[in-house]
């Protein structure tokens, strides 16, 4: 993460908290951040203050006022708050539409998380290919073909070769190569679709949920309020 805070503010007891907070890292971890913060103040090391960031940005057990007030004492603020947020992106960071074209309901082109499996299969078994392969027996090309995207997404090696052997040589018909990427989708969305049955069967827990993340909401931005207050030298006795 990038040390791009809006503004950065002293909380009163800020060290003793940042060093709690410290602990909650775990021994190594916590000894890593250490001797980062060490080379980071003392010998202006950029590295070392990458590597910090990096360990924050993976440390799963903390709070998110621990985190900010760990980015400002790695280096030597106090806690950061409104820390710009940056992209976490997976290998696969884009998923395509259809068409081959960014995935987007204006586009029309998207398969939904609850779509009917019915649907999906229709969808992606009447999705444009190469344009090369009029005829079964026309070899065409993966790469100027939608639904090769898919293949990049879903597939594995194997069936990558077995695809990009079949098409280029005519082996194997667009609905064939197809039928792989129709399988992963399915797969991949069918528990997604169950766990939502479940929630529509039961609204009032969805209910509950949101007013318990409401809750929290709440108090995290009221914390973080005060704390731009206090930044601004809006406080007021
Ligand atoms: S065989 Fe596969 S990669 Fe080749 S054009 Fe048909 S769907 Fe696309």
Redesign the pocket.
Known sequence: MKSAAVSITREPGFEDKARAAVKKLGSKKSRLYEECRTAYQEQGDDAALESAQALLNDAQNLSMNDRERLFGYLEGSGKMILVEPEALLTVASKMPGLDGQKMSKSYNNTIALREDPEVITKKIRTMP??PA?VRRTDP?N?AN?P??QF?LVYSDDSVRQW?TT??TRAG???LE??QPVIDAILAELAPIRERAQYYEENPDQVRNILADGCEKAQELAHDTMRDVREAMGLTFG
């Open positions: 290919t190469d392969r065409g993966p073909c639904v090769w293949h695809a079949g098409c194997i018909g667009c190569c197809k």
